[in-house]
């Protein structure tokens, strides 16, 4: 069993930055594809960003490329989200999920259902 426990979120103004951080159990952290996803109110649960078991390979939504960073840190069991330039319509609530299998690029790295552990959430939100 691998929990999840993310932390950073918090109140922003429009502009500025967090870093969003996910605390993982296991002794297989490394082995595991991990993604972040945010659901703002009344909408579907939204990939934003995807990094492979090494951290050579990341994936961005369109709705945040070249603003935000996903990153991990294998030693620490922590995978991070940056955040900058962060608008209105980033608000929302920001999961981390784990998927013990790789995940490719597309309709299987968005979907929610592919991955086999979550966090609980962090809220994020920004004002105007």
């Known amino acids: 069993q691998v929990q999840l426990v993310e932390s950073g979120g918090g109140l922003v103004q429009a502009g500025g930055s967090l870093r969003l951080s996910c605390a993982a159990s296991?002794?297989?952290?490394?082995?595991?594809?991990m993604g972040w996803f945010r659901q703002a109110p009344g909408k579907e649960r939204e990939f934003i960003a995807g990094i492979s078991w090494s951290g050579g390979s990341t994936y961005y939504a369109d709705s945040v490329k070249g603003r935000f960073t996903i990153s991990r840190d294998n030693a620490k069991n922590t995978v991070y989200l940056q955040m900058n330039s962060l608008k209105p319509e980033d608000t929302a609530v920001y999961y981390c999920?784990?998927?013990?299998?790789?995940?490719?690029?597309?309709?299987?790295?968005?979907?929610?259902?592919?991955?086999?552990?979550w966090g609980q959430g962090t809220q994020v939100t920004v004002s105007s």
């Open positions: 296991g002794r297989t952290f490394s082995s595991y594809f």
């Open positions: 999920a784990a998927s013990v299998t790789f995940l490719r690029v597309g309709p299987q790295q968005a979907r929610p259902g592919s991955y086999d552990y």
